[in-house]
Structures are given as C-alpha cells and as structure tokens.
C-alpha cells in the first residue's frame, strides 16, 4: 500500500499474548487500528469496539478520535478484576485488626 504508516497492536493475558503489525492509513484512529487488528478471533471475550485502549503504556481517553502516528504500538487493556482502591481499602483494614491483635495480645 503506498502512503501507509507501520504500527503494532498488542493484547496480552497473563498466558499468552500477541503482537499485530499493519500498514494502515495516516489517518487511522487509535479505534480503527485495534479493529483491524482482528486479535478478538484470537481472544474469546475481546470486545475491541469498546476495550479500553492505549499508546506505550498511556491511556487514550478518545481512542475514536486520536489518530496513530507511524511506529506507534496500540495496547488493548483487560478490565480489571478488582478495583485497586477497594483491594488497598481491604488491606489497610486487614494490617490494622492484625496490629491491634498484636497489640491487645501483649
């Protein structure tokens, strides 16, 4: 394809990933380059029309909107399983009964 940019597309699980590379248009936005990268046939559950998206590791906050710039890797993000305030909150609370155990003990 003439006048084309060279990206990757990645998406990993904690067992397997893979790395898509395409030539696609200059115009291309961050959406349509993880749709053209198929990688839900490779993955049962991926919904690619509504995956969070990024860029090396930074969050793209309009991914239908923000174009891919040449040599650019687009990341497809797993939901989180747990929200990390929540986890922190619990364990906080966990580190606190065992310091007051401790204490009460002596």
């Known amino acids: 394809m003439a006048n084309t940019i060279e990206i990757e597309v990645v998406y990993a699980l904690a067992d397997k990933q893979k790395i898509v590379r395409l030539s696609v248009s200059p115009d291309t936005t961050v959406r349509q380059a993880a749709l053209l990268s198929q990688l839900d046939k490779d993955f049962a559950g991926l919904d690619l ?16 909107e ?3 710039e040449e040599g650019q890797r687009v ?4 939901p989180l399983l747990a929200d ?3 986890v922190r909150k619990r364990r906080a609370a966990e580190a606190a009964a065992r310091r ?3 204490s009460n003990s002596k």
Do not use: C, D, H, S
């Open 49 to 64: 029309a509504t995956a969070k998206l990024g860029i090396f590791g930074k969050a793209v906050m309009n991914p239908e």
């Open 66 to 68: 923000q174009v891919i």
């Open 75 to 78: 990341e497809i993000y797993r």
């Open 84 to 86: 990390p305030k929540e």
């Open 100 to 102: 007051a155990a401790e």
